[in-house]
């Protein structure tokens, strides 16, 4: 069984930035691209980053391209991203996911198999 921890939401000042990690347990970590998601209110889960299992191929949703960056730590078993230039549009509760499929580089088509339990980001303005 694989369990996801996110932390480092909370609140920040438009402009700002955040570091959101998210720990992985078991020995897999290192087979499977990880990606990042947010939900807001009222609004579908959106795939907003993903990394495949080396770290070196990315993808990024077109409303963060340039403003958050994922990364990942495989002897930690720890995936990263790091938000810059905040909105407040972009508060959400923020979720981490492995993929569903291991040693996926097409990473644009990241499907979450595992979820963490979220941690919220809230942008004021």
């Known amino acids: 069984q694989v369990q996801l921890v996110e932390s480092g939401g909370g609140l920040v000042q438009a402009g700002g930035s955040l570091r959101l990690s998210c720990a992985a347990s078991?020995?897999?970590?290192?087979?499977?691209?990880m990606g990042w998601f947010r939900q807001a209110p009222g609004k579908e889960r959106e795939l907003l980053a993903a990394i495949d299992w080396s770290g070196g191929i990315t993808y990024y949703a077109d409303s963060v391209k340039g403003r958050f960056t994922i990364s990942r730590d495989n002897t930690k078993n720890t995936v990263y991203l790091q938000m810059s230039s905040l909105k407040p549009e972009d508060t959400a509760v923020y979720y981490c996911?492995?993929?569903?499929?291991?040693?996926?580089?097409?990473?644009?088509?990241?499907?979450?198999?595992?979820w963490g339990q979220g941690t919220q980001v809230t942008v004021s303005s």
């Open positions: 078991g020995r897999t970590f290192s087979s499977y691209a």
């Open positions: 996911a492995r993929d569903r499929r291991s040693f996926r580089t097409a990473v644009s088509d990241f499907e979450g198999n595992y």
